[in-house]
């Protein structure tokens, strides 16, 4: 195994490497190496990286999304719906104030 003075870059091979991809083993030059996560890594294997947790939107979760939404919306809807009957099934006396005025043991 050759020493990391006596390596080239993989993309430049006039220029002498500087750091070792820890991910694919290779030797770069300061201008083909990235940092990230405090550790020295080369621009294919940052990809990889990002790539494994970048999040792919497919058609099948926006339609998912929609039905949620549309179910939601559905619920409220009903919530006070259920709601409103409930307020029409009061008897027109309650609101003119006339049932607060005749005793309950009369009846």
């Known amino acids: 195994m050759q020493n990391l ?13 500087v750091a070792r991809c820890p991910e694919c083993r290779l030797f770069f030059c300061r201008e083909c190496i990235a940092e990230h996560d405090d550790r020295v890594i080369c621009a294919n294997c940052l990809n990889k990286i990002v790539a494994r947790f970048t999040e792919r939107r497919s058609p099948a979760r926006f ?15 009903l919530f006070f719906y259920w709601i409103g009957l409930g307020l029409l099934a009061i008897p027109t ?3 003119d104030g006339t ?9």
């Open 99 to 107: 049932v607060w005025r005749t005793p309950f043991w009369n009846e």
């Open 5 to 17: 003075a006596q390596q080239q870059c993989l993309h430049h091979l006039g220029r002498e490497a």
């Open 63 to 77: 339609l998912k999304s929609l039905i949620l939404a549309v179910a939601g919306v559905v619920t409220a809807w």
């Open 93 to 95: 006396d309650f609101h």
